[in-house]
């Protein structure tokens, strides 16, 4: 009896290591290319009426208006919420091999939320990973003459990431859930930044929230 609770014993901890110990991590990172925002737009009005105007579509939008100041000809607005529409921080595609079985994960980085699984030795973890962005946006006016202002497009970005990692100890079998290392990046428009985390994590604005509101502003004169 006792030779038979050894020998499953024994055989039970060589399917443990054959299964646990044979798991690896391998992460591929993509960095963001390099895009040109068209950040300026000519309003064929004279000041009063463009920024008039431009108050009138800016308010009725989903951005937030923080400050109108009509003297310094600056409208400053923000944005809070969902970043991979705006901004651009590479491609990941991890693959995690497990046994015989490899699962592959594949997603932009700014992606809001994500859920993948990590494997190394005779841990596991199942990582629940958000991205978020705080824009802050300074629309700036110049009188060109009588009959035209320009306007400019600033904007301000602050990525950050947080989550959660459950570890799974096999050999002890322990479980613990601990905070991803806090992370954020900001940059401006026609900028990038970088972090040192895995791997170098490269943040860089798409020029979609630029695009979107030179759009806003030129829509009263291209009805």
């Known amino acids: 009896m006792k ?4 020998i499953y014993s024994v055989t039970l901890s060589l399917l443990l290591s054959i299964n646990i110990s044979g798991c690896s991590t391998s992460m591929n990172y993509t960095p963001p290319l390099e895009v040109r925002e068209s950040t300026t737009v000519i309003l064929r009005d004279p000041f009063e009426a463009a920024w008039t105007n431009s108050v009138r579509v800016l ?24 970043p991979e529409k705006y901004v651009d921080c590479g491609h990941v595609a ?12 594949q997603f932009p980085e700014a992606r809001r939320s994500v859920q993948f699984k990590l494997a190394r030795g005779f841990n596991t973890s199942i990582v629940d990973r958000h991205m978020s962005l705080e824009a802050r946006i300074n629309i700036l006016f110049e009188e060109l003459n009588k009959h035209e202002t ?39 428009t026609g900028e990038s930044a970088s972090v040192k985390d895995e791997t170098t ?5 798409t020029g979609e929230m630029e695009k979107a509101l030179i759009a806003l502003l030129a829509s009263p004169y291209t009805q």
């Open 3 to 6: 030779l038979k609770k050894l």
């Open 150 to 188: 320009g306007v400019k497009v600033v904007v301000r970005y602050m990525v950050t990431r947080t989550g959660t990692q459950t570890v799974t100890d096999h050999i002890n079998n322990r479980t613990s859930t601990l905070p991803l290392p806090p992370l954020s990046l900001s940059f401006n």
């Open 59 to 82: 308010g009725g939008s989903f951005f937030v208006m923080n400050n109108v100041v009509k003297d310094s000809k600056i409208i400053n607005l923000s944005y809070s919420g969902d």
């Open 94 to 105: 991890i693959s995690v091999r497990e046994g015989i079985g490899t699962t592959t994960y």
């Open 201 to 205: 994590l490269t943040c860089r604005a």
